[in-house]
């Protein structure tokens, strides 16, 4: 399966995505429309691409301005396929092959601009990431963590320090975002 981005310098390419593993790329209208609300914040961003899948996202994100990518994926097959797709247009990227849950701690003292996670639907990994991001501290005083998520999802906003500060609806999936609490919410348009 071949995968377009939608913007930026390598607008209209395509990655691969390899077979036999079963991947759920957020779909190219969810992607504009995050973009869309990120705008000029992504230029230059410290970008961290949690259960980066394909890694469309944070290649997506390379493509639009980041400065700086980090990708943490599970799967040995998944990430190789991450790196020769950085390779192919010519991006560099830190790829993590591992567990988030166990390898976020390893990011500790990093600051991130902005943090995506699309942990597996119906998995526990979404309240994870919001629980260990929080506690390792990753966001930079002005970040911004966006988990996408399933309605279903139930996230534990109760036992985080950070602030859901807005949530938008496309159809079955949610975007939810979290700053630390004394920041203004900057991606509300």
């Keep these: 399966?071949?995968?377009?981005?939608?913007?930026?310098?390598?607008?209209?390419?395509?990655?691969?995505?390899?077979?036999?593993?079963?991947?759920r790329p957020t779909s190219s209208k969810i992607r504009q429309a995050l973009f869309n609300i990120l705008g000029g914040r992504i230029?230059?961003?410290?970008f961290l691409d949690l259960c980066g899948g394909t890694g469309l996202m944070g290649i997506e994100a390379l493509s639009r301005g980041a400065g700086d990518l980090t990708v943490i994926e599970l799967e040995k097959k998944l990430a190789a396929?991450?790196?020769a797709s950085l390779e192919k247009l010519s991006f560099e990227a830190e790829v993590i092959t591992g567990d988030v849950r166990e390898r976020l701690g390893d990011l500790q003292g990093s600051k991130f601009?902005?943090?995506?996670?699309?942990?597996?639907?119906?998995?526990?990994?979404?309240?994870?990431?919001?629980?260990?991001?929080?506690?390792?501290?990753?966001?930079s005083d002005?970040?911004?963590?966006?988990?996408?998520?399933?309605?279903d999802t139930d996230l534990p906003l109760d036992k985080v320090s950070?602030?859901?500060?807005?949530?938008r609806e496309y159809g079955q999936t949610f975007l939810s975002f979290f700053q630390k609490p004394d920041k203004p919410a900057q991606e509300q348009q």
């Design 113 to 139: 601009d902005i943090i995506f996670a699309d942990p597996p639907y119906k998995s526990p990994v979404a309240k994870s990431v919001l629980h260990l991001v929080d506690r390792y501290n990753l966001l």
């Design 162 to 167: 950070l602030t859901r500060t807005n949530k």
């Design 142 to 151: 002005d970040g911004l963590l966006i988990i996408e998520h399933s309605k």
């Design 43 to 46: 230029v230059d961003a410290r």
């Design 81 to 83: 396929n991450i790196s």
């Design 1 to 23: 399966m071949s995968l377009r981005i939608t913007g930026g310098e390598a607008r209209g390419r395509s990655i691969a995505s390899p077979n036999g593993i079963t991947v």
